[in-house]
């Protein structure tokens, strides 16, 4: 790039010519040219780990989207501790109950080979949806605990009320098979 130093009229020693602005149009290109090798190639992927690319919207709203999906069939979530995660939705009727009975319900975990496990909300439909976290309880004494033993997942209610209601436990989890 060459530097064009003006002067200001009377001095005729830069004049307004074809040379001086195709030297001023070379000058940009060649500016312009320097600063797009430095911005990034848009690619629709998250894959790899260059600097010179960029991840489109695309590809960042299907990661987003990837990691929000709810199923009863296991899906990979991402990752704990460089193992992979999964997660999925256990699907069950809780017993009918009624005030002062304690009831339980088992649910057999034993075919997802689980490590580590984690249990992040629980939800009941009764009359009305309720999430629940691992232990619930309420000033009316009514609780719900969920935890696992063994290759049992149960679901304990004390003294709470309700028909038949509806369960659905989102488990998240490492396996020993990975």
Sequence with gaps: ??????????????????????????????????????????????????TTDAPSVHAVKEQIDSL???????????????????????????????????????????????????????LVITNQQQFLPIYYANNAGNSVKTFILGDVLRIYNAVASYSEADCYITLEYTKTTD
């Excluded at 005729?12 to 060649?30: G, R, V």
């Design 68 to 122: 929000n999906v709810y199923s009863e069939n296991e899906v990979i979530v991402g990752s704990w501790f460089g193992k992979t995660l999964y997660r999925k939705v256990l699907h069950t009727t809780l017993p009918t109950t009624s005030d002062g009975v304690n009831t339980s319900k088992d649910i057999d975990i034993s075919s997802l080979n689980k490590e580590i496990i984690k249990i992040p909300e629980t």
């Design 1 to 50: 790039m060459q530097k064009i130093n003006f002067k200001n009229l009377p001095d005729t020693s830069t004049p307004l010519n074809a040379s001086t602005l195709n030297q001023m149009q070379d000058n940009i290109e060649s500016a312009i040219d320097t600063v797009a090798s430095d911005i990034p190639t848009v690619v629709d992927s998250l894959d790899g780990d260059s």
